[in-house]
T-cell receptor, first 115, second 112 residues
Framework: GAGVSQSPSNKVTEKGKDVELRCDPISGHTALYWYRQSLGQGLEFLIYFQGNSAPDKSGLPSDRFSAERTGGSVSTLTIQRTQQEDSAVYLC?????????????FGPGTRLTVT | GNSVTQMEGPVTLSEEAFLTINCTYTATGYPSLFWYVQYPGEGLQLLLKATKADDKGSNKGFEATYRKETTSFHLEKGSVQVSDSAVYFCAYLTGGGNKLTFGTGTQLKVEL
């Protein structure tokens, strides 16, 4: 079946602009995760959604970052007033449920470049 | 704090050589441990995992054993191939099961 998809695959934006990144998880997966992969920081957890529970936002680096998940499926990560340090590959992952027994399946990522 | 430490790369080997990529972790409790692989131009893929002490994860000729006493999960392969060239990430999942903590990644280059 289809894997996790993300769009756009590449995004170039000017400093100060807002951007929205989209993630379509695997159908039926109730858990959805956002990570960021950057040269300076490696792979970092950003936010996690599980069903209708309140999301775990503990990894968001600043209040310029927010995410929502509509209808328990598609998720959008929004970065307001982008800064150059936001340049990174943003990865989305989903799993059937949360928990150590469930593999997280990763999407191809969105490469964000802030100029 | 919680962290994963893995050996820095790049690691360059000849085909059929033995591979070890070291990984140690600092975490409370008994986390599940993972190796993920990222082939050039592709997304992260789970390579293998182990969920409790002394478990051995294996896949595609790679193995790693969960060593609680040394808090380690070293990746090994007896005979690498050019197609194994990729970046390898060690990671653990906390008991809460809601986020992976990754190492910095180790680039492996296998040459003929």
């Amino acid at each position: 079946g289809a894997g996790v998809s993300q769009s756009p695959s590449n995004k170039v934006t000017e400093k100060g602009k807002d951007v929205e990144l989209r993630c379509d998880p695997i159908s039926g997966h109730t858990a959805l995760y956002w990570y960021r992969q950057s040269l300076g920081q490696g792979l970092e957890f950003l936010i996690y959604f599980q069903g209708n529970s309140a999301p775990d936002k503990s990894g968001l680096p600043s209040d310029r970052f927010s995410a929502e998940r509509t209808g328990g499926s598609v998720s959008t990560l929004t970065i307001q007033r982008t800064q150059q340090e936001d340049s990174a590959v943003y990865l989305c992952a989903s799993s059937p449920r949360w928990g150590s027994s469930y593999e997280q399946y990763f999407g191809p990522g969105t490469r964000l470049t802030v100029t | 704090g919680n962290s994963v430490t893995q050996m820095e790369g790049p690691v360059t080997l000849s085909e059929e050589a033995f591979l070890t990529i070291n990984c140690t972790y600092t975490a409370t409790g008994y986390p599940s441990l993972f190796w993920y692989v990222q082939y050039p131009g592709e997304g992260l893929q789970l390579l293998l995992k182990a969920t409790k002490a002394d478990d051995k994860g294996s896949n595609k000729g790679f193995e790693a054993t969960y060593r609680k006493e040394t808090t380690s999960f070293h990746l090994e392969k007896g005979s690498v191939q050019v197609s194994d060239s990729a970046v390898y990430f060690c990671a653990y999942l906390t008991g809460g099961g809601n986020k992976l903590t990754f190492g910095t990644g180790t680039q492996l280059k296998v040459e003929l």
